[in-house]
């Protein structure tokens, strides 16, 4: 239904139904994404209840598992219609490829299993995740055991490559990082250990530097070992990068800087080129970046 003037009830007119139904409900949305439109739905499980009765994860009993679905639509902004949408478990392909050197959360996945979802500001001891509701998150951290996995695909490593990968994390694990889901594949394996949401550089293993090169259709993130393990975010570093960025005047929660050698600057030293600082942002994650100072 459509209205130039939505809050008169005799200006609204029925233009048909663009998004067909899947049985009972599917909450459907109609989203505007980079110039398209997408069809976002939920059916009632037959791709997702057919994965995990046959992983032994649920038994013959279990229904009304909900798969998201993303289908295109088709919009005429000027005529103000929405032509019939085809549904399929199919769904839209990759609009673009993913940049492995920018800021990608955890929660940014073309598959997963066996995570939960946190929310990194608001969850308190003793409270259950289902009290939350939509007003839990505004970041999102996942908490992983051992075997559990993401993935993502079509990830572009460019001509230069990666030598280094960003974990931004809490507690300890173990992940290989893999080209598929094979051991085989395991193109590095990384270690990780906090005792409270930080940022670590990790050093990917020096022969393996040519396997983080180029386009990769597939990269999976598998812990291998895990205690209380929790990761928000992560991004890759070019080969030969320095990530050095320029001091910013604005002030930091518990921002201190340090010459390269550790010790420690104080507000009435003189401290010109790269040094060290380490910050708290908003969400209580600690960061340590090269900055220039002048």
Known sequence: MVSDNPLDSDSWVYKDYYGPGVGGNNHSHLQKFQGKYYHIYHDHGSILLDAMKSAGVVDASAGDYRSICV???IVNESTATISRVTLNHEGVAQIKNLNPYELQQMETMANCSGVEYEDIT??????KISTLGNDASENMQVKMKATSWINVRKVDFGT??????????KGTGKIDIRTSFSPKATIATIEFSSTEMEDQIIELPADKLSKFMGVKNNIYFIVTEAENFYVDAWKFLETGSTAIQTLS?????????YDLSG???T???????????QYTDENGVKH???????
Not at 267 to 277: A, D, L, T
Request: cysteine-free; hydrophobic content about 35%.
């Open 249 to 257: 005047n604005s002030k930091l929660s518990n921002s201190q800087l």
């Open 122 to 127: 608001n969850i308190k001891k003793n409270t």
């Open 263 to 265: 010790r420690r600057l």
């Open 267 to 277: 507000g009435v030293q003189q401290h010109r080129g790269i040094v060290i600082e």
């Open 288 to 294: 340590s970046r090269k900055v220039l100072a002048d």
């Open 71 to 73: 289908n295109k639509a």
């Open 160 to 169: 230069t490559g990666a030598d280094r990968i960003m974990l931004r994390a």
